[in-house]
């Protein structure tokens, strides 16, 4: 079974930085297209960011268009998303997860098959 744990969350002020990663446990992810979606409180799941298997194409939410940044590492079964100038409005639990038998983008969490436990960013105002 394909497990994926995400880490990087964390406390930050407004403008500030993270770095996310969703580590794979195993190497067939890296076939697949992968995404990063969040949920605020009391909010429904919101896409974030998505990628091919080769990693060429992305596509993110215009809430984050400019300031994060997906990007994966097959060699290390990772996924990454890099978050820059961070708004209050950023807080949320970040999930990651792969379309199996799929490299097509999708900003639909129910193109998604598996999902990791998530991850708490909160950025203060």
């Known amino acids: 079974q394909l497990e994926l744990v995400e880490s990087g969350g964390g406390l930050v002020q407004a403008g500030g930085a993270l770095r996310l990663s969703c580590a794979a446990s195993?190497?067939?992810?890296?076939?697949?297209?992968m995404g990063w979606f969040r949920q605020a409180p009391g909010k429904e799941y919101e896409f974030v960011a998505a990628?091919?298997?080769?990693?060429?194409?992305?596509s993110y939410a215009d809430s984050v268009t400019g300031r994060f940044t997906i990007s994966r590492d097959s060699a290390k079964n990772t996924l990454y998303l890099q978050m820059a100038s961070l708004l209050p409005e950023d807080t949320a639990i970040y999930y990651c997860?792969?379309?199996?038998?799929?490299?097509?983008?999708?900003?639909?969490?129910?193109?998604?098959?598996?999902w990791g436990q998530g991850t708490q960013v909160t950025v203060s105002s």
């Open positions: 195993r190497p067939t992810f890296s076939r697949y297209a």
């Open positions: 990628i091919t298997s080769s990693g060429d194409i992305t």
């Open positions: 997860s792969v379309r199996l038998l799929s490299d097509s983008l999708s900003s639909s969490r129910h193109n998604y098959h598996a």
